[in-house]
């Protein structure tokens, strides 16, 4: 999940930022969607990428062996589905995306579908890992350019545009 500040709709993007009472944040951007979350939210969305990972990929699984090993029809094994994907855990609290675990029960494949507002997108497992693993590197890099700010800004030697050009200037390096 790159950051480009030009997202354009197939791409969303995050980084780090500061909220509007100077509280660490992240900055998300997809297409015409954008959003500044709090780092809870971030956090929480990233562990939700990571279950819908694992829950795409158990379904999957259990696609397989209902149809192979049982000889399951389609009727059973779309009751057993519901069964058990009603016994998951439900997200506790807020998400930044809309998430979901889906098991293409023709392609064979798992994919996490993902959507905010009117943008809509779906990832193979190993993407959404990749996007979770990014989430939480924009947050953790909130937090340290809150630090750095609060530092630099204390060190009395760069007024602050001269610190924001500086955190500007990290985060282009790291692209």
Avoid at 9 to 33: E, F, K, N, Y
Avoid at 44 to 61: F, G, K, N, V, Y
Avoid at 108 to 122: C, E, L, T
Avoid at 133 to 143: G, K, N, T, Y
Wanted: include cysteine.
């Amino acid at each position: 999940m790159p950051e480009a500040p030009d997202a354009s709709d197939s791409i969303c993007w995050i980084q780090s930022t500061l909220d509007d009472a100077g509280q660490p944040a992240c900055l998300m951007r997809w297409g015409r969607v954008g959003a500044v979350l709090p780092l809870p939210v971030v956090l929480r969305t990233a562990r939700e990428l990571e279950a819908a990972a694992s829950a795409a990929e158990t379904d999957i699984a259990l696609i397989e062996a209902f149809r192979q090993d049982l000889r399951a029809d389609d009727e059973t094994l779309g009751g057993v589905l519901s069964m058990v994907r009603a016994r998951r855990p439900m997200p506790e609290g807020r998400c930044a995306l809309r998430i979901a675990a889906v098991a293409g029960a023709n392609t064979g494949k798992p994919y996490v579908h993902i959507g905010r507002g009117s943008m809509n997108g779906h990832l193979s497992p190993g993407e959404a890992r990749g996007m979770a693993l990014h989430w939480i590197q924009a947050a953790v890099a909130s937090e340290f350019d809150a630090k750095l700010r609060d530092a630099l800004g204390k060190w009395d030697r760069l007024n602050i545009v001269e610190i924001e050009d500086l955190i500007t200037m990290m985060r282009e390096d790291t692209r």
